[in-house]
């Protein structure tokens, strides 16, 4: 059992949030805040709790302290964000570090109400190594442990599952809550029928744990994407210069689809493809009849024909859950596919629609369809491993008897 923030008392406690605050930066600017307007709900009800609020999270991969990666411009960006208000401003004080003796004072100098964002957590070495002192120091500073950082749930560091058994009372974030809602609930163990998956991305052994996972739960599994067509040649269609998987990976993908023959579940591959000799599309561009690519090219999206074929799958479901793009979708030349998937999605209002993540997340993003989907995952690594079904360490340190 999984406790949330509401099920918590929280006035006057020191409450630890971990979430994540791993955004672009650009210069003196955050170039993108989306991940810190997802933590909001869950900072505003602790502040409203009465809890004196430390949060904490990792930007970027520094090999030791780096200024250019200081959570400094993340609490500047933060005071602009946490104000109901707009042009109001809420005081985010900043921790030159995140243990210490520093730190532990202006954590006891802290009142209810006040936010204190700790220095990026990846400026020692002993968070990703998940070291026993270091999360003991981590766990010092916290009466109460909250996980809101859905992404780094796959990880087991210091500060997403070696503190937790050193704090007396732990919970999930509302981000957190939404995350295992839809893709453990309304995904994985009770989605609505029909319940169609898509899957696209470059390679099929980045996906092989997620099509076992899904193959015996959905009515249809629609894959695009570069993996299409390792699935194409491993069932001896030519697919010209197109990215494949060679050796064992066409092995595996022929087994995958006698595994989708035998449980009885179509596994659609793309009928025709959006064909260029230059991942740029300075060549000609052309639509193939069939589901052969010319010699001289590479598939580099979905065709018209299987767009079509993809659209009506998608408009018959109940549940859709998506991860990766169906074609090179950087390059507008290639971008409908994964356009024509998300437009679908977006129209069909009676079903539960979830994006699991990564460069789907992205696009949709980009492409102004997310508010237009039930639940776009903030996780990519955490959302596939989910998706295969693992147990993600940071969502196990949550769990009580």
Known sequence: MIRYIDDLQLTGKRVFIRVDFNVPLEGRRVTDDTR?????????????????VILASHLGRPKGPDPKL??????????????????????????????????????????????????????????????????????????????????????????????????????????MRKEIEYLGDKVLRNPQKPFVAILGGSKVSDKIKVIESLLPKVDALLVGGAMAYTF?????????????????????????????KRLKTPLVLPIDHIVCADLEGKGPVKETPDQVVPADMMGLDIGPKTRAMFTQRIRDAKTVVWNGPMGLFEVAKFAEGTRSVAAAMSINKDAITVIGGGDSAAAVEQMGYADKMSHVSTGGGASLEFLEGRELPGIKALETK
């Open 232 to 260: 194409l040649k491993a069932q001896g269609i030519e697919v010209g210069k197109s990215r494949v998987e060679e050796g064992d990976k066409l092995a595996l993908a022929a087994k995958l689809l006698d595994t989708a």
């Open 70 to 175: 200081s959570t400094v411009l993340v609490a500047e960006k933060l005071a602009e964000l946490l104000p109901r208000k707009p042009g109001d401003k809420h005081e985010v004080i900043h921790a030159d570090d995140c243990v210490g003796d520093n730190v532990k004072k202006q954590v006891n100098d802290l009142k209810a109400g006040q936010v204190l964002l700790l220095e990026n957590l990846r400026f020692h070495k002993e968070e990703e190594a998940n070291d026993e002192a270091f999360s003991r120091e981590l766990a010092a500073l916290a009466d109460v442990y909250v996980n809101d950082a859905f992404g780094t749930a796959h990880r087991a560091h210091a500060s997403t599952a070696g503190m937790v058994p050193f704090v007396k009372e732990k919970a999930a974030g509302f981000l």
């Open 36 to 52: 810190i307007r997802e933590a909001l709900p869950t900072i505003r009800r602790a502040l409203e709790m009465g809890g004196k």
